[in-house]
């Protein structure tokens, strides 16, 4: 705390007008609705009234919000009311999923008519999102557990410090589900503190409890194996609880902007330097960026690029085949919300000092709206870097030197999923790029064992002793965004510009070789799936009706960073259900309907309702509004260095002009008025 006075005080300016400004944003209402805005907590106890209203709650009637979310409306008419064509807003409504005496409901609920517009009960594989409440309500019935409270009794725990956290099942094909009832469950693991909050490091390996959601009850129980807890010791991750000698300190350093930020926020709607996108918020894909435009100087015009950017999954499947972890494969987004997950980030530490925050807020189970404060930051960023430069030293007797420092804007999301952290960045550059970062920090998932030094290892541990009894698994981390590019228009053609070796056999030149660029238009939804990595590619998203000076179609280019593709066998189970990882970029036709690409009900679901499918339809994608899926991964082998902590692992992509300004955008760009030197 101390350590955190200091820094606030230093730059006490710049912290006075952050919270100005904050008040501000607070305080003073949007002066313009917007269609894509987020529901407001006040519409989401509407929506519980309508619903409720409709589904009165009884003894015999249960009723559970599982998603709650904006139904946006269509493009056209989003298009055409911020071009004032039309001077009624579109109608507001929401899509609701509830679970209504154990069957999935999918209601549009009208905030304008105040009804519910239309409804259906989903009767295919798989289920909603699970809530907070779900999860911590089955995390709680082992405590009151005669069987699981003497397992604990019998390994000399104390019930008070255990933990439970649940996990999401997955699907095993059709044989585990013969002549049984298909359940909504999860299973119910447990860890223990005593000593460390820390607790994923301390697993009661060997004990699991099978929990139906929809009863809210215990339906199984095993004790397999007994396996000593890790130790509790070098866990610690807090400041004042780790022992000491410390690192020695570097002396402060802050980001100062003595005329306050460059970018300005009204309702949702963000404009800096020549951007201006939408920011919203949603439980389950967490941010999303929607009509981000680029000003062109050139054209006098704001130029599209992208309609709408969000996560649509992440799969996470572990690679350890022990009972309590081969179900481990994990559909984060679908399952526990990449929204849901968001975490408050900590000013000055989670951002700069000179961001401005945002709350989220999302519909907990009983319909009802709960705040995440300060869940988005947006700051400027200024590393140091360079935008451009040139020494012109060629010209005898005169050196002519030009450069320009690379700021750009950032707006960030942390989203917390029980162990891991995911550090979410979507970078506006003055160049027209969109750099999109994610950050994997937090704890590894540990299995306990009787190991406790590499020497004695015999058989497949499924991964790396990090500390005495505990081996952290091997895991991947696949994260798909759905990118809905609109280059300067929605009619859009996807093109595949491989690099080709080209041989030179005859005299023409002294050169045996060189390489040529094959450009291909995808003409269908199959001509656009591509493993990444194979090689070397461009990637562009043209609008085949569009020009520039030279003739060159008016592109943007997907620039992935770094390439990891699935590993597992596509007749796995898992891999079936994420099928969706097969390839690295997969372009779609436009369809409302398809926005999560490992299905709407993710939780148990059998794979056929992934991106994977749909592209099997084999859409025509040329010329037409089309939609960019990538996936980026880690494949996760740990090390020592990520016990007990780790230490941020960063992949991301970029979205770059190609061919879509006539030349540098950022060559007219002038230096901040005054060079701040302190
Ligand atoms: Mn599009
Ligand atoms: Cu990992």
Same mark, same amino acid.
């Given at each position: 705390?101390?350590?955190?006075?200091? &820094?606030?005080?230093?730059?006490?300016?710049?912290?006075?007008?952050?919270?100005?400004?904050?008040?501000?944003?607070?305080?003073?209402?949007?002066?313009?609705?917007?269609?894509?805005?987020?529901?407001?907590?006040?519409?989401?106890?509407?929506?519980?009234?309508?619903?409720?209203?409709?589904?009165?709650?009884?003894?015999?009637?249960?009723?559970?919000?599982?998603?709650?979310?904006?139904?946006?409306?269509?493009?056209?008419?989003?298009?055409?009311?911020?071009?004032?064509?039309?001077?009624?807003?579109?109608?507001?409504?929401?899509?609701?999923?509830?679970?209504?005496?154990?069957?999935?409901?999918?209601?549009?609920?009208?905030?304008?008519?105040?009804?519910?517009?239309?409804?259906?009960?989903?009767?295919?594989?798989?289920?909603?999102?699970?809530?907070?409440?779900?999860?911590?309500?089955?995390?709680?019935?082992?405590?009151?557990?005669?069987?699981?409270?003497?397992?604990?009794?019998?390994?000399?725990?104390?019930?008070?410090?255990?933990?439970?956290?649940?996990?999401?099942?997955?699907?095993?094909?059709?044989?585990?589900?013969?002549?049984?009832?298909?359940?909504?469950?999860?299973?119910?693991?447990?860890?223990?503190?005593?000593?460390?909050?820390?607790?994923?490091?301390?697993?009661?390996?060997?004990?699991?409890?099978?929990?139906?959601?929809?009863?809210?009850?215990?339906?199984?129980?095993?004790?397999?194996?007994?396996?000593?807890?890790?130790?509790?010791?070098?866990?610690?991750?807090?400041?004042?609880?780790?022992?000491?000698?410390?690192?020695?300190?570097?002396?402060?350093?802050?980001?100062?902007?003595?005329?306050?930020?460059?970018?300005?926020?009204?309702?949702?709607?963000?404009?800096?330097?020549?951007?201006?996108?939408?920011?919203?918020?949603?439980?389950?894909?967490? &941010?999303?960026?929607?009509?981000?435009?680029?000003?062109?100087?050139?054209?006098?015009?704001?130029?599209?690029?992208?309609?709408?950017?969000?996560?649509?999954?992440?799969?996470?499947?572990?690679?350890?085949?022990?009972?309590?972890?081969?179900?481990?494969?994990?559909?984060?987004?679908?399952?526990?919300?990449?929204?849901?997950?968001?975490?408050?980030?900590?000013?000055?530490?989670?951002?700069?000092?000179?961001?401005?925050?945002?709350?989220?807020?999302?519909?907990?189970?009983?319909?009802?709206?709960?705040?995440?404060?300060?869940?988005?930051?947006?700051?400027?960023?200024?590393?140091?870097?360079?935008?451009?430069?040139?020494?012109?030293?060629?010209?005898?007797?005169?050196?002519?030197?030009?450069?320009?420092?690379?700021?750009?804007?950032?707006?960030?999301?942390?989203?917390?999923?029980?162990?891991?952290?995911?550090?979410?960045?979507?970078?506006?550059?003055?160049?027209?790029?969109?750099?999109?970062?994610?950050?994997?920090?937090?704890?590894?998932?540990?299995?306990?064992?009787?190991?406790?030094?590499?020497?004695? &290892?015999?058989?497949?541990?499924?991964?790396?002793?990090?500390?005495?009894?505990?081996?952290?698994?091997?895991?991947?981390?696949?994260?798909?965004?759905?990118?809905?590019?609109?280059?300067?228009?929605?009619?859009?053609?996807?093109?595949?510009?491989?690099?080709?070796?080209?041989?030179?056999?005859?005299?023409?030149?002294?050169?045996?070789?060189?390489?040529?660029?094959?450009?291909?238009?995808?003409?269908?939804?199959?001509?656009?799936? $591509?493993?990444?990595?194979?090689?070397?590619?461009?990637?562009?998203?043209?609008?085949?009706?569009?020009?520039?000076?030279?003739?060159?179609? $008016?592109?943007?280019?997907?620039?992935?960073?770094?390439?990891?593709?699935?590993?597992?066998?596509?007749?796995?189970?898992?891999?079936?259900?994420?099928?969706?990882?097969?390839?690295?970029?997969?372009?779609?036709?436009?369809?409302?309907?398809?926005?999560?690409?490992?299905?709407?009900?993710?939780?148990?679901?059998?794979?056929?309702?992934?991106?994977?499918?749909?592209?099997?339809?084999?859409?025509?994608?040329?010329?037409?509004?089309?939609?960019?899926?990538?996936?980026?991964?880690?494949?996760?082998?740990?090390?020592?260095?990520?016990?007990?902590?780790?230490?941020?692992?960063?992949?991301?992509?970029?979205?770059?002009?190609?061919?879509?300004?006539?030349?540098?955008?950022?060559?007219?760009?002038?230096?901040?008025?005054?060079?701040?030197?302190?």
């Amino acid at each position: 705390m101390e350590q955190n006075k200091k &820094m606030a005080a230093a730059p006490s300016q710049t912290i006075l007008f952050i919270i100005l400004l904050h008040i501000f944003y607070i305080f003073v209402p949007s002066h313009q609705y917007h269609p894509l805005d987020s529901l407001t907590p006040s519409e989401f106890s509407q929506i519980r009234s309508i619903v409720t209203k409709a589904y009165p709650e009884s003894s015999t009637h249960k009723l559970t919000f599982q998603y709650v979310g904006l139904e946006e409306p269509s493009k056209q008419t989003v298009i055409s009311w911020l071009k004032n064509e039309t001077t009624t807003n579109p109608p507001r409504q929401a899509f609701v999923i509830a679970r209504i005496d154990h069957q999935t409901h999918e209601l549009i609920v009208d905030l304008s008519l105040q009804e519910i517009a239309s409804k259906r009960i989903y009767s295919g594989y798989g289920y909603p999102m699970f809530t907070f409440e779900d999860q911590e309500n089955a995390d709680k019935l082992a405590f009151t557990y005669p069987p699981f409270v003497a397992s604990i009794r019998r390994r000399g725990l104390k019930l008070e410090e255990v933990v439970c956290e649940s996990f999401s099942v997955g699907w095993y094909g059709a044989e585990e589900e013969e002549g049984k009832n298909k359940k909504r469950i999860v299973k119910v693991m447990c860890y223990y503190m005593n000593g460390t909050v820390n607790l994923f490091m301390r697993p009661i390996e060997g004990i699991s409890m099978t929990v139906d959601l929809d009863e809210m009850k215990i339906i199984g129980f095993q004790d397999r194996v007994t396996v000593p807890v890790p130790k509790a010791d070098e866990t610690e991750f807090r400041e004042s609880k780790i022992k000491p000698p410390f690192r020695q300190s570097l002396k402060a350093i802050t980001v100062v902007q003595p005329d306050g930020p460059s970018f300005t926020i009204d309702g949702h709607m963000i404009r800096w330097a020549d951007w201006e996108f939408h920011l919203s918020f949603d439980v389950r894909a967490g &941010m999303i960026i929607s009509l981000a435009s680029i000003y062109d100087l050139e054209k006098q015009q704001s130029r599209r690029v992208l309609y709408k950017g969000h996560v649509s999954e992440m799969f996470v499947p572990y690679m350890d085949l022990t009972e309590e972890w081969q179900r481990r494969t994990f559909f984060d987004a679908g399952e526990y919300g990449y929204g849901l997950c968001s975490m408050t980030l900590e000013p000055l530490r989670d951002c700069p000092p000179n961001a401005v925050f945002m709350d989220a807020y999302f519909a907990k189970q009983d319909g009802m709206s709960r705040k995440i404060p300060k869940a988005f930051c947006i700051f400027e960023r200024y590393a140091g870097d360079i935008m451009w430069r040139h020494t012109e030293a060629t010209i005898p007797g005169k050196t002519v030197r030009e450069v320009r420092q690379d700021v750009s804007l950032v707006v960030r999301t942390v989203s917390t999923f029980g162990n891991y952290d995911y550090v979410n960045d979507w970078e506006f550059k003055q160049s027209g790029s969109i750099k999109v970062t994610v950050g994997l920090t937090g704890m590894v998932q540990v299995r306990g064992t009787t190991y406790t030094h590499k020497d004695h &290892m015999e058989e497949d541990v499924y991964g790396t002793l990090v500390a005495e009894n505990s081996i952290a698994i091997h895991h991947d981390h696949f994260l798909t965004y759905r990118l809905d590019l609109d280059v300067d228009g929605d009619a859009n053609s996807f093109v595949k510009s491989k690099l080709r070796t080209t041989r030179v056999n005859d005299r023409r030149s002294s050169r045996k070789s060189y390489w040529t660029v094959d450009s291909k238009t995808a003409k269908t939804e199959s001509d656009a799936r $591509i493993k990444l990595g194979s090689e070397p590619a461009e990637l562009l998203f043209v609008n085949p009706n569009k020009k520039t000076k030279m003739g060159n179609l $008016i592109g943007y280019r997907l620039i992935p960073e770094g390439v990891t593709g699935a590993l597992l066998s596509s007749d796995d189970h898992p891999q079936i259900r994420a099928a969706f990882t097969n390839y690295n970029v997969w372009v779609t036709a436009y369809n409302k309907s398809e926005k999560w690409a490992g299905g709407l009900y993710a939780d148990q679901s059998h794979g056929d309702d992934t991106l994977a499918v749909w592209s099997n339809r084999n859409r025509s994608i040329e010329n037409k509004d089309i939609v960019l899926w990538y996936t980026l991964g880690f494949h996760h082998v740990p090390y020592q260095e990520d016990f007990p902590v780790m230490p941020t692992l960063n992949g991301g992509f970029e979205l770059r002009p190609s061919n879509f300004f006539e030349s540098n955008p950022v060559l007219k760009v002038k230096q901040p008025k005054e060079e701040y030197s302190p």
